[in-house]
């Protein structure tokens, strides 16, 4: 009797898992309610030059995994800024990322944000309203030795002219898996802190 209550219930949740991820799938924020939030954030303006960050990973229960801590430098040319990435993670490894950025206008002027770096995916796309970025694309991040495709969520939340705040979103086939926090510095506070020393944790 146990045995076929069991059946029941995987079956059950075979029928309604489909229904979750579409749910999930579909629902969005508009980013019309970030539009009179201040600071105003210009990506270019705030990542150029110097700036350090502290980050964290979470698994999907929220429990601590990773530590990390990241130096960037960021340079403009005309309508591309370039972000050189130095990551050092509490377990001791080392990685660089370097992201190619380029500010386009749409059909209504609407500034959109197009990135590239080796590690993604295609393009990593996405706009700005107010103080918030919202952008979106498939990483390959390296989990237990392996190169894992997933998806980023991220988002940019600017505080001050020195600080912004970093929350992505992290999934695989569009299931939730954990998420990253950075806090990122620049400007005076982080001269006062910077650069991060990156030869051991």
Known sequence: M???KEIIFKFKLLLILPFLLLFTG???TDMKQFENNKPKLD?????????????IFE???????RQFRVNIKGTTNN???????DFLYDDGEKAKRIWTIEKKLDENKNITYIGSADDVEGKA??????NTLNWTYDIYLNIKGSNIKVHFNDWIYKQSDDLAINRAYVSKFG?????????FLRGKTADNIGPLNLKNW
């Open 2 to 4: 146990i045995f076929i």
């Open 26 to 28: 579909c629902f969005q």
């Open 43 to 55: 990506l270019f303006s705030f990542f150029e030059g110097e700036t350090i960050a502290y980050g």
């Open 59 to 65: 698994d999907r229960f929220g429990n601590l995994k």
């Open 79 to 85: 309508k591309t800024l370039t972000l050189d990435e």
């Open 125 to 130: 796309t996405g706009s700005i309203s107010g």
């Open 175 to 183: 299931i939730n898996i954990g998420s990253v926090t950075l806090v």
